[in-house]
């Protein structure tokens, strides 16, 4: 499984560590959970990126890193059925619950959750905690830039 990340340019060589899911509440992880937020496309990066950007200034200073899941690492999938009707909150306390309780049980290398930016899209969290998270390969950090007509 291939699986994208932005990140600014600067803290590119532990964008795969889980640091900033371990130092901040997420949408799937109460702070002091390492988990590392990936997308199935780059597109989805970029769009998952771009809703914490202050849209009055385009950030110049980012890079796009691309990882390869091995399928031999344990994955599971979470679906939409499986979800509260108002999942989408980005404070949403069982979402948070059971992504840091997925996290601290160590029973797959990935999740796969829907997007709640874009409808039919699928982001994967990894563990960097899990024993096959080793095998997962990061290529090297590529310069990316928005459009600027993004920003206004």
Known sequence: MRVWRISKAKYAHSAFSGEGARLFDARWNFAGSPMVYTSS???????????HLDPSEAPMDLVSLMAEVPDSVAAERVELEQLPHDWRRTDHQLLQQFGTEWIKSGRS?????PSAVVDGEWNILLNPGHPEFRRVQISEPIPFHYDERMFK
Do not use: C, N, R
């Open 41 to 51: 496309s780059l597109a989805l990066a970029a769009i998952e990126f771009f809703v």
């Open 109 to 113: 290398g990935a999740l796969i959750v």
